[in-house]
């Protein structure tokens, strides 16, 4: 299993890096919500056009130990952050393992003085459920992450940025985040991305 999924995880981040890194400014603090191993925040860091100056921390419910970031622990809910002491936060794949995804978006509003980026899956009916149901188990079991099988429509991921009192910068509706046909089976439509600008903006 690992040696399938370690290219897809790579072409993945990627990918992600490559989507995030017009989002970030020189001197920024970024926060990586359910960062994992740290292997984003590591690449964002890593790559060629990555902003001078950028700090890039990772805060997870189970860490991994021996992380490539510097990584807060913490038992969820209010994370152990001053308001807007963070002008990134980013949730990459974590909002659909979390039981209370609301109280999670609003913690994260709160920390984020500027940007709010999720990255996250989108479904749309059964077929497209069962796609993403067998792609989440296959990518968590080998690392224990319990999955929900609970994923947001595109109406559901509308109704966000209004939730948490901040607004929609740029999304998307679908991501060639996978390689080849990988991408074909799990990619695309069936995942989403969007930078929500949180309320006070970073003065903007
Ligand atoms: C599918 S992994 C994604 C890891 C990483 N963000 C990435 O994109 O590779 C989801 C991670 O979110 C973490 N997680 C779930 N709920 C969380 C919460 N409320 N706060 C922090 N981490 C959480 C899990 O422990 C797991 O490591």
Redesign the pocket.
């Known amino acids: 299993m690992k040696r399938i999924h370690g290219p897809i995880y790579e072409h993945r981040l990627g990918v992600l890096v490559r989507e995030l890194l017009p989002a970030l400014r020189a001197g920024d603090r970024v926060l990586?919500?359910?960062?994992?191993g740290g292997?984003?925040g590591a690449a964002i860091l890593s790559a060629p056009g990555c902003p001078a100056g950028l700090v890039v921390e990772g805060?997870?419910?189970?860490p991994r130990g021996g992380e490539p970031i510097v990584v807060h622990a913490y038992a969820?809910g209010v994370m152990p952050m001053a308001d807007e002491s963070y002008d990134v936060v980013i949730l990459?794949?974590?909002l659909h393992?979390?039981r209370a995804p609301a109280s999670?978006l609003r913690e994260c509003a709160r920390v984020s003085r500027r940007l709010l980026v999720i990255k996250d899956h989108k479904v749309e009916g059964f077929w497209s459920w069962c796609r993403v149901s067998l792609m989440d188990w296959a990518?968590?079991a080998p690392h224990g992450?319990p999955c929900l099988y609970r994923y947001n429509s595109l109406a559901q991921w509308h109704a966000v940025p209004g939730a948490v009192g901040g607004e929609l910068e740029r999304e998307w509706t679908g991501l060639d985040l996978y390689p080849g046909w990988w991408n074909v089976a799990f990619g695309r439509s069936l995942q989403y991305m969007a930078v929500i600008r949180t309320k006070s903006g970073g003065g903007r």
């Open positions: 990586d919500v359910g960062c994992g292997a984003l805060l997870e419910r189970v969820g990459a794949d974590v393992h979390e999670l990518a968590n992450v």
